[in-house]
Structures are given as structure tokens and as C-alpha cells.
T-cell receptor, first 118, second 114 residues
């Protein structure tokens, strides 16, 4: 149980294009989803927190107009990197949390998406 | 300065040996402390979860300990296997609910060699 999937697992795009990454909770309802970015040899950095049906909360320094997050259903959140540039190349990981199992507030992580912007 | 520091940064051990990874944190109070294993190019997978009142938790060959007085946690891996090669991340969650604010450690990259 508690499986989170991401699609695609990797993507290569040209500079200036937009890329959409999907995050799905497969066997539970995720009232809250998180998006992280991880650069090589660094720890995960939280980009934003999204609750189903409401606007995402972005961390300081993360451009909300560049990283569009939509959490339209309890099983799906999307991250769109708009007008991607080479410096946006990174490993993007989502995680999902289920309110019902709140005693430990565990986040279940997706497998990640490797984005390379040429 | 990161509120969750891990040591060593990297570690190489022989297959079958034991090892202990350290996590020192300044986040206080906290809701829970978790250890994750992250394989290269993959998302983190939870190994153990401990609340502030617990001092040990095991998951197979993985045993985590927590000393709230010294604000230290350790992850002990017994009889290491090649598949244990990964990064291990200590994560501290803030109260009250905790899940919306987590602090990730710097990670320890473990390599198990034959």
C-alpha cells in the first residue's frame, strides 16, 4: 500500500519549452502533496505544498509563476515547469500524505522525475 | 547551518560488515524523526519512524535509535548487503501536525563493496 507514482520518469526538453510532471497516489487519497527538487549530491529541497482543491503554498525563493502546481483531485497533482532553462535541470520528487493515517504524518515519496533542459 | 546534520558524508564498507550512521539535529521540539533510504535516481523510501518519546525502532537489519537529550539519532545496519548501497537521509518533522514542515538531513552516501 501507499504507492506514489510519477510520470514521466525522465524527460529531456529544449530551453523555453514547458514540461508537465504528474504525481499520483495509487492506493490512497492524498489530501496533501509535496514537490521537492534535488540537485546532485544535495538533499531534497521542498518547493511547494499543495492541498487538494486549493492553491499551493510555495517555499521562499520558488517562483510560483514558473513552477505551476495543480492538485485538482485527491489522487493527482501536477507540476508544470514553464519556459524551462538549463538551470531548471534537476531531479523532481513528489510525496503524498494521507490525513487518515495522521499519527506519524508520513510522506510517501514518488520515484522522481529527471528533467534535463538543453 | 542545516538544522539536521548527518555524518559521515560518505562511507565505504565491506559486504557483511555492520555500520552506524549518525544524525544530529537542532530542531526542537519535533513531532517525529524518520530515516529514509534513497537509491540513486529514485525517491526516498521510509525505513523507520520514531516519535520524540521512542528511543529505538527496528526494521529488519536496520535499527534506529534516538536520544532526545543529546538530540542525536543513529541508524545501525547489520550484516550489510550490496543492495544497501544508497543514500540514507534523516528527516525531522516539526509539530504540531508536523507533516507540512520537515527538515531533511544532509544525507550519508553508503557504498557496500564485495
Amino acid at each position: 500500500g501507499a504507492v506514489v507514482s510519477q510520470h514521466p520518469s525522465w524527460v529531456i526538453c529544449k530551453s523555453g519549452t514547458s514540461v508537465k510532471i504528474e504525481c499520483r497516489s495509487l492506493d490512497f487519497q492524498a489530501t496533501t502533496m509535496f514537490w521537492y527538487r534535488q540537485f546532485p549530491k544535495q538533499s531534497l529541497m521542498l518547493m511547494a505544498t499543495s492541498n487538494e482543491g486549493s492553491k499551493a503554498t510555495y517555499e521562499q525563493g520558488v517562483e510560483k509563476d514558473k513552477f505551476l502546481i495543480n492538485h485538482a483531485s485527491l489522487t493527482l497533482s501536477t507540476l508544470t515547469v514553464t519556459s524551462a532553462h538549463p538551470e531548471d535541470s534537476s531531479f523532481y520528487i513528489c510525496s503524498a500524505s494521507e490525513i487518515a493515517g495522521v499519527s506519524y504524518n508520513e510522506q510517501f515519496f514518488g520515484p522522481g522525475t529527471r528533467l534535463t533542459v538543453l | 547551518k542545516n538544522q539536521v546534520e548527518q555524518s559521515p558524508q560518505s562511507l565505504i564498507i565491506l559486504e557483511g560488515k555492520n555500520c552506524t550512521l549518525q544524525c544530529n539535529y537542532t530542531v526542537s521540539p519535533f513531532s517525529n524523526l524518520r530515516w529514509y533510504k534513497q537509491d540513486t535516481g529514485r525517491g526516498p523510501v521510509s525505513l523507520t519512524i520514531m516519535t520524540f518519546s521512542e528511543n529505538t525502532k527496528s526494521n529488519g537489519r536496520y535499527t534506529a535509535t534516538l536520544d532526545a537529550d543529546t538530540k542525536q539519532s543513529s541508524l545501525h545496519i547489520t550484516a550489510s548487503q550490496l543492495s544497501d548501497s544508497a543514500s540514507y537521509i534523516c528527516v525531522v518533522s516539526l509539530p504540531p501536525g508536523g507533516y507540512q514542515k520537515v527538515t531533511f538531513g544532509t544525507g550519508t552516501k553508503l557504498q557496500v563493496i564485495p
